[in-house]
């Protein structure tokens, strides 16, 4: 009887054993589904192919998610969609916002805005501030940084939940070219000083502009430049770049791929700072040669942008001017300069 009752514990300990191993077994290949390596966190770089692998799946399965099937032989034909250098080229038509915004939005990004509004150019910051309400990035965390050296004209501004405003002074210059040189300078201190630990991204844009229709996740990148409305369609032959060579801005004739704006750039923090940080330097060096490049930070930009090539390009719909007509590629107008008098708002000529 006592033979009998040992063989028994003994089977029970063995189906224990067993029934540990199943579970043991059970749960590790569970936990593999949930933790396999295309749901580690990884650094996500800013092209959209790798943020779909940081997708936090529980939070928002894209299983219930109802979308247009993507086509591999259908969209738009009438532009380039894609740089030699395989960075997007973001046109209406060629990204679903839905899509996007359900991949970015479990992600609680941080977008930091800086806007220059110095001397008359503070008219533009109202307009600016509230179409930016309406278009820029709706729903998610924005904190504009407004430089200006007129603080007290700033607008009281009520902004929607999750956006701020911030205000830092600048001190007055007699000559808008001088404005313009010292804008990297204060990009490069204010992601060093406020943005790093805070912000994921940086768009710096110009304030004598406004928003008509969205700007949001699709724009996001490393290094993310904007094609500028008045050459895209040039010979680069044509392009106002530096061409002389004295200046850290020159562009050799037959070299470049477009003519991006100075008006509006951005990317991680990281990128904008080594480009805000090396085009101040630039700048700075012609400077002490007395040279001042064809269109100042823009030139430099430019430049820099040739031999750092942008990994997301932004299509004219990001920045167009109010004076120019439309063009038939261009399906949606998102962001664009105020039609202006330079006389009436530049400190000079
Ligand atoms: C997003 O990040 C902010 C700042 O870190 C934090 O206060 C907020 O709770 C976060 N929101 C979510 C939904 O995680």
Not at 147 to 160: C, G, L, S, W, Y
Not at 182 to 197: A, P, S, V
Not at 200 to 220: A, M, N, P, Q
Not at 233 to 248: A, H
Request: glycine share 6%; with cysteine; aromatic share 12%.
């Amino acid at each position: 009887m006592s033979q009998m009752n040992g063989r028994s514990v003994t089977l029970l300990l063995l189906f224990l054993l067993l029934l540990g191993i199943l579970y043991v077994y059970i749960t590790q290949s569970y936990r593999m589904i949930l933790c396999s390596p295309d749901n580690e966190e990884t650094k996500d770089t800013g092209y959209a192919g790798e943020a779909i692998v940081h997708n936090h799946e529980l939070q928002m399965p894209l299983d219930d998610l109802q979308y247009k099937q993507p086509s591999i032989t259908q969209g738009r034909t009438d532009v380039v969609t894609v740089t030699p250098w395989l960075a997007p080229i973001i046109w209406e038509g060629t990204f679903n916002p839905v899509l996007l915004d359900s991949i970015y939005k479990p992600k609680n990004i941080s977008i930091a805005v800086t806007v220059f509004a110095v001397g008359k150019y503070i008219m533009f910051l109202k307009n600016f501030l509230e179409t930016a309400e309406q278009h820029f990035f709706i729903g998610y965390r924005v904190h504009v940084y407004v430089f200006t050296d007129r603080p007290n004209e700033v607008p009281d501004f009520k902004m929607a939940a999750g956006r701020q405003l911030s205000v830092r002074s600048v001190p007055s210059s007699n000559r808008w070219q001088e404005i313009s040189a010292r804008r990297m300078e204060l990009i490069q201190m204010l992601i060093e000083e406020k943005l790093y630990g805070n912000s994921d991204y940086i768009f710096c844009l110009d304030v004598d502009s406004k928003f008509h229709d969205r700007w949001g996740t699709e724009s996001l990148g490393g290094l993310v430049a904007v094609i500028h409305p008045g050459y895209y369609r040039d010979d680069r032959s044509r392009f106002p770049y530096e061409r002389r060579t004295i200046s850290k801005a020159y562009m050799a004739a037959g070299v470049g791929d477009f003519y991006y704006c100075g008006g509006a750039f951005g990317g991680r923090l990281k990128d904008v700072h080594l480009l805000a940080k090396t085009c101040r330097s630039n700048f700075e060096a012609d400077a002490k040669e007395g040279v001042e490049a064809a269109w100042q930070e823009e030139s430099h930009l430019n430049r820099y942008m040739w031999i750092n090539k942008p990994s997301k390009v932004l299509s004219p719909e990001y920045l167009w001017q109010d004076f120019k007509e439309r063009n038939s590629e261009i399906h949606i107008i998102r962001f664009s300069g105020v039609v202006k008098n330079y006389a009436a708002i530049r400190p000079n000529q």
